[in-house]
């Protein structure tokens, strides 16, 4: 069982939005200002969509934002598309592990 | 540009040792933390350990300690994941991943572990 609990699905239709959240407590998501979200597709090394709770890498598309609330942290994709299709983690720095970082379960993404 | 590339898929038996490699390029190798990420069949992303190739220092996860061995050499910017006995549930994708404060910026392209009588 992950320390980061995601749902494990969600789904939406082409052109809506969709919103992914990873709760934590205090110690992770809600302590820190230190949130990421990657996206996986099937066979595919995971990739960076978001860092730092809201900013994104360049090249990844400003349909994707975070945003934090207390010791939930949430992915929004508006404009969905087909091949934003793929599996979300989220991650998070913490203290209380030996390696200071952890990820949440994952989220299965399916585009109706 | 920063790259990680990492070893080609094993085939192994149990009780075989191992060693996959992640070839770094395109920054300073000692100045950043490098970490290694399982992903077992069909599960989802965890980390295993982490080493700063600067001093060597590791950080391995609790609950795999002392079954893996995570290295680097610096003459040529590389991390190792070895193991010394295979089990057949060490078959896995294995990632290498530079990790910063909770978030991992570049990824290598994975190295499939496949252990079986």
């Known amino acids: 069982q992950s320390v980061l609990t995601q749902p494990a699905s969600v789904s939406g239709s082409p052109g809506q939005s969709i919103a992914i959240s990873c709760t934590g407590t205090?110690?992770?998501?809600?302590?820190?200002?230190?949130v990421s979200w990657y996206q996986q597709h099937p066979g595919k090394a995971p990739k960076l969509m978001i860092y730092?709770?809201?900013n994104r890498p360049s090249g990844v598309p400003d349909r994707f934002s975070g945003s934090k609330s207390g010791n939930t942290a949430s992915l929004t994709i508006s404009g969905l598309q087909a091949e934003d299709e793929a599996d979300y983690y989220c991650?998070?720095?913490?203290?209380?592990?030996?390696?200071?970082?952890?990820f949440g379960g994952g989220t299965k993404l399916t585009v109706l | 540009e920063v790259q990680l590339v990492q070893s080609g898929a094993e085939v192994k038996k149990p009780g075989e040792s191992l060693k996959i490699s992640c070839k770094a390029s395109g920054y300073s190798f000692t100045t950043y933390w490098i970490g290694w990420v399982r992903q077992m069949p069909g599960k989802g992303l965890e980390w295993m350990g982490l080493i700063f190739p600067g001093d060597s220092h590791t950080r391995y996860s609790p609950s795999l300690q002392g079954h893996v061995t995570i290295s680097a050499d610096k003459s040529i910017s590389t991390a190792y994941l070895q193991w010394s006995s295979l089990k057949a549930s060490d078959t896995a994708m294995y990632y290498c991943?530079?990790?910063?404060?909770?978030?991992?910026?570049?990824w290598g392209q994975g190295t499939l572990v496949t252990v079986y009588s």
């Open positions: 991943a530079r990790p910063q404060y909770g978030s991992a910026d570049y």
């Open positions: 730092d709770v809201s």
């Open positions: 205090s110690s992770d998501v809600g302590g820190y200002n230190y």
């Open positions: 991650s998070s720095y913490m203290t209380s592990t030996t390696l200071d970082v952890v």
